[in-house]
């Protein structure tokens, strides 16, 4: 029914697009509304999707492989797949890899360069990374169109090239620096190559009666300046953000290094996101399913499903299990004014506030409010949690605010410290 409407064609484009972007982010393991939302902010700001779009307008478009994402065309040229893929990452002296280590050349008692085994596995990984992105990339050009599809690029010794083709080999496949040497053994006896030569494609244009620009007088100069030397004075609100996030609010101005995980054996970000989706599928009203649940937590290493265990035989947990409405992972959108949320303005232009409640429940009428911390804490629990007081009060603002419904009490569950700090 949607494709009789008015714009029905662009309408299910944008149907297509969302269920291919649904698609992805299930294959990537994030579930639920807010692991969607996190899935579609990355890719916009990574440019991972592309715009849900049918293009039936009679033009010519000019864009980037990039831009072309999710777009289709009747008729495309790719050009420039004689360029050579991007191998500058492989050239770092340093080259850190989350896996591998740190990747460093040694220099010897003489100031002669040597490689080491360490550098040449990271090199080795960060080529394989690179040349994956580029046939990524070959990838999306090749099927943007529905008709037909011209391969463009330039090569030395052209002709030879395009007409004594070897049988590809995986050296020779994985050797190839550019896309065009690349395509040409596999489509070899599928299609003809047309070669043109540079002084086809080139024309000289004489400038012999090119009029000179005349320069021009000093009124006119006097009236460009007054002109272009004008200063427009912007308001406040232009510069500030349309939204900001509570967790971008409280982050510190000194990033907090942990040990890198072919240290650990673990990554410290997937760990907490494990160990929050944990926590929300806890079963509250039943408890055999919830002690089966907490006999073998699952996607979580041993040291944070003992924390879980302990934490969910406190008085809090049990406060929240016997509440009468309990939210947990709670996503939100809240307008908060300016000079609320950021310290350098007094304006009261709204802001779009974004955040996760990971755990709230009713008591008594009042909210009582949870912030889990997946952190190993090593000093007082109560000073750690005192760094987190801000981003715990402006979602019991939004909480507030939102439901129209108070909040009394504000925890702060430190998982790693076995405790509870109410802030």
């Not at 499903?305 to 309990?326: K, Q, T, Y």
Request: one cysteine or more; a negative charge.
């Amino acid at each position: 029914m949607v494709g009789v409407l008015i714009g029905g064609e662009q309408r299910l484009a944008n149907l297509s697009a969302l269920v291919r972007a649904a698609a992805e982010c299930d294959a990537a393991g994030m579930s639920g509304v807010h692991g969607f939302l996190r899935f579609m902010e990355n890719a916009k700001a990574t440019d991972k999707l592309g715009a849900a779009a049918t293009v039936t307008a009679d033009v010519v478009r000019i864009m980037t492989v990039h831009a072309s994402k999710g777009l289709e065309f009747p008729f495309v040229f790719y050009a420039g797949l004689g360029g050579t893929f991007n191998r500058r990452d492989e050239m770092k002296a340093l080259l850190p890899n989350a896996a591998l280590g740190t990747g460093l050349r040694y220099f010897d008692e003489f100031g002669v360069k040597h490689e080491t085994l360490t550098h040449a596995n990271t090199v080795r990984a960060a080529s394989d990374a690179s040349w994956a992105e580029e046939l990524r990339v070959l990838y999306v050009g090749m099927t943007r169109a529905k008709q037909e599809l011209y391969l463009l690029g330039s090569l030395q010794n052209a002709g030879t090239c395009a007409t004594e083709i070897e049988e590809p080999t995986l050296l020779s496949i994985r050797k190839s620096n550019t896309a065009l040497k690349l395509l040409l053994p596999a489509l070899n006896g599928h299609i003809t190559p047309v070669v043109h030569q540079k002084r086809e494609l080139l024309h000289t244009v004489s400038h012999a009666g090119t009029a000179a620009i005349p320069r021009p007088g000093e009124r006119e100069m006097k009236d460009l300046e007054a002109q272009f030397s004008r200063v427009l004075l912007r308001p406040a609100s232009d510069t500030l953000p349309d939204k900001t996030s509570v967790t971008g609010l409280s982050k510190d101005d000194a990033p907090a290094f942990g040990e890198p995980a072919f240290e650990t054996g673990y990554d410290v970000l997937s760990e907490g996101s494990a160990v929050h989706r944990a926590l929300e599928r806890i079963p509250l009203r039943d408890e055999a399913k919830r002690a089966a649940f907490l006999n073998d937590v699952p996607d979580v290493t041993p040291f944070h499903a003992d924390a879980i265990r302990r934490f969910a035989g406190s008085p809090l947990f049990l406060r929240m299990a016997a509440a009468e409405r309990v939210e947990r992972e709670w996503d939100f959108l809240c307008p908060m004014p300016a000079c609320a949320l950021l310290e350098d303005t007094d304006s009261e232009e709204p802001i779009l506030l974004q955040g996760v409640i990971d755990a709230c429940f009713l008591e008594d009428g009042a909210w009582v409010l949870l912030d889990y911390k997946t952190d190993r804490v090593t000093g007082d629990p109560k000073e750690y949690a005192k760094k987190h007081a801000r981003q715990v009060a402006l979602y019991a603002e939004a909480l507030e605010k939102l439901s129209g419904i108070p909040v009394k009490e504000r925890h702060i569950v430190l998982l790693g410290a076995d405790t509870e700090a109410e802030v």
